[in-house]
């Protein structure tokens, strides 16, 4: 069984290398749009709690270079802590049109769609851009999404993103290695072999008529993984989902092992109930830990030969994905890359083995087809009003 699980991960890194090293030189290139035909764009950003690195990143995204945009904010409560962040940015950047919202608490499991659903509410324009608060672009950011939005059949764009460290410590560094690494190795394997089918959530957008013919952000809010059902109903309604060239960061925060290792499973055991059968199909892409593994019962001189495949095809990836996400951290920590797929394959196991999760201090339970309940807190109906 060894055997055939290191066969299987040699194989699924030799097409994620092929992937990840065809996926540039996959996109025709388009003449920029002049700044008259630039549609212009609502950003959106349901915010909870000052965490490490928000004011960098959302600093970003007042510095865009676009000629039409607006910034809108939403957060549960006047005194979260990420309000006095906005404050100080919109008073750097009087220039950029920007909105705060406080939206109380949500009347269903789902906080962030709740929040998504009064910022669609009180967007101007037709474009909508859902980033995390820890996700941090380019100035030039809009300008590809502008051109993508040009055909009409397009209803959703998303952006691969290399993970930052945002912590000092050596857990942040590994989430980041794997958000690179493994992650978006995943991500470009998926869209070379099928299309993109879904979003992913440090940056997407959709057309407001796509999202209208979807049911709206409502339609998933007792959904955990939003961002890949946004993608999955765009695509089966019949919009075509792109993924942009273009690369965002995004931070990795956790500090210490266990708060890394539950974000890990939350991951795992969302994707486990979103998509039951690729969860399975997951296990192969853990090519280095399986031939390992091999390694330490296979006979002499086959367990070298597997050893030494499974590394330089490793290391091969990694490095073929930093340059293609442009991560220049990736070869200083190249050596932490068994520690990292070790830990991925170990929460990869822990998916399988409960259904609850525990996101932003809350717990939840999920359910069949990817939906969620909260298990601690009470559903209170939100209101929502602008803070000045």
Not at 3 to 19: K, N, P, R, V
Request: charge should be positive.
């Amino acid at each position: 069984m060894l055997g055939l699980a290191a066969a299987g991960g040699l194989a699924y890194m030799l097409l994620a290398l092929w992937s990840a090293a065809t996926f540039p030189r996959r996109r025709p290139a388009r003449k920029r749009l002049s700044g008259k035909r630039q549609p212009p764009v609502s950003l959106l950003k349901p915010l909870r709690g000052a965490e490490t690195g928000l004011e960098a990143c959302l600093g970003s995204f007042f510095q865009l270079k676009y000629p039409r945009y607006e910034l809108l904010f939403a957060v549960r409560t006047h005194d979260d802590p990420a309000v006095e962040v906005v404050r100080r940015l919109r008073a750097r950047f009087p220039g950029v049109r920007a909105q705060l919202l406080v939206t109380g608490e949500p009347p269903y499991a789902n906080a962030k769609v709740f929040s998504l659903e009064a910022l669609a509410k009180a967007a101007a324009y037709d474009l909508l851009v859902v980033t995390d608060s820890d996700t941090k672009v380019a100035p030039d950011y809009l300008d590809s999404m502008a051109l993508a939005f040009a055909e009409r059949e397009i209803g959703v764009v998303t952006h691969p993103y290399r993970g930052v460290a945002g912590g000092g410590d050596l857990w942040s560094r590994l989430e980041a290695l794997g958000m690179t690494t493994e992650f978006m190795a995943g991500v470009v394997v998926a869209e070379r072999l099928e299309g993109m089918k879904f979003a992913l959530g440090p940056s997407m957008a959709v057309r407001r008529s796509c999202l209208t013919s979807i049911g709206g952000f409502t339609a998933m809010k007792d959904y955990l993984a939003d961002d890949f059902v946004l993608g999955a109903w765009a695509a089966r309604a019949g919009w075509k989902v792109l993924l942009l060239p273009q690369a965002v960061e995004h931070l990795a925060t956790a500090r210490g092992f266990l708060t890394s290792f539950k974000h890990r499973l939350r991951w795992n055991r969302s994707s486990r109930f979103s998509r039951p059968a690729g969860y399975v199909g997951q296990g192969f892409t853990y090519g280095l830990v399986w031939t390992l593994l091999f390694t330490a019962v296979a006979p002499w001189p086959l367990n070298l030969a597997a050893l030494l495949a499974g590394c330089l095809l490793r290391g091969s990836l990694a490095l073929v994905l930093a340059w293609r996400l442009n991560d220049p951290a990736v070869k200083h920590h190249l050596w932490l890359i068994p520690l990292q797929d070790m830990l991925s394959w170990a929460s990869w196991i822990g998916g399988f083995l409960g259904k609850t999760i525990e996101w932003r201090g809350e717990r939840y339970v999920l359910r069949d087809g990817g939906r969620f309940e909260p298990l601690s807190r009470p559903v209170v109906l939100g209101e929502m009003r602008a803070a000045k």
